[in-house]
């Protein structure tokens, strides 16, 4: 597996993507403005919920939609293994999400202290949410609709997990995000070259 492969996936990925990163940092900046007089739950919860829900939406307009058609012909068409190809399409919209909440954070400690936990976990949920959702990309009917709702509660969860000590809703996190990545490389190794 080579590093080669997934930068040129990735920048070819997110040089299409480039108005839709505008959009996220633009639309995360204007939620962390109209937040400016809310409490700290209010902008974790709002932060955990808009967050997931980009997450989702970007990871769905990356495969299978018809927009990149192209870009998903020629990523199963070159001898990639699956898992590489999935780390490599996971991280356009982990990047693209990251931005946003980036942009968030720093909008909003212009007007309070923002709490290093709360963002650890809004990046930690986002990117677990993100991953799910990709793995409903490769799926069809009932299936997706499924998955489309895992990614959904994961915001859910990391908020009722924040009344116990902040490392449980991040473990939680990351275990079903790296969970969701191996299933997404698995649902792509019918591409492998093997």
């Not at 480039?18 to 996220?24: G, H, M």
């Not at 012909?73 to 780390?87: K, N």
């Not at 909440?101 to 202290?113: E, F, G, H, N």
């Not at 079903?176 to 997404?184: D, E, K, N, S, V």
């Amino acid at each position: 597996m080579r590093g080669a492969a997934t930068l040129a996936i990735v920048t070819t990925r997110l040089g299409k993507e480039l108005r839709i990163l505008a959009f996220t940092v633009a639309t995360c900046a204007l939620l962390a403005y109209l937040q400016r007089n809310d409490d700290g739950a209010a902008h974790l919860a709002g932060c955990l919920v808009f967050a997931t829900l980009l997450g989702i939406a970007i990871s769905l307009l990356q495969r299978g939609t018809g927009r990149l058609r192209q870009l998903e012909l020629c990523e199963q068409a070159a001898p990639l293994y699956g898992r590489e190809l999935a780390r490599a399409t996971a991280l356009v919209p982990c990047i693209i999400v990251s931005a946003g909440l980036c942009a968030y954070w720093i909008v909003a400690s212009v007007y309070m202290r923002p709490n290093v936990g709360a963002i650890a976990l809004t990046m930690c949920a986002s990117y677990t949410a993100t991953l799910i959702a990709m793995s409903a990309t490769v799926r069809t009917g009932i299936a997706r609709l499924v998955y489309v709702a895992l990614a959904c509660s994961v915001s859910a969860i990391a908020f009722a997990l924040t009344t116990r000590p902040i490392a449980l809703p991040l473990i939680f996190c990351i275990a079903t995000g790296f969970i969701a990545l191996r299933q997404y490389g698995e649902s792509l190794a019918r591409y492998d070259p093997v």
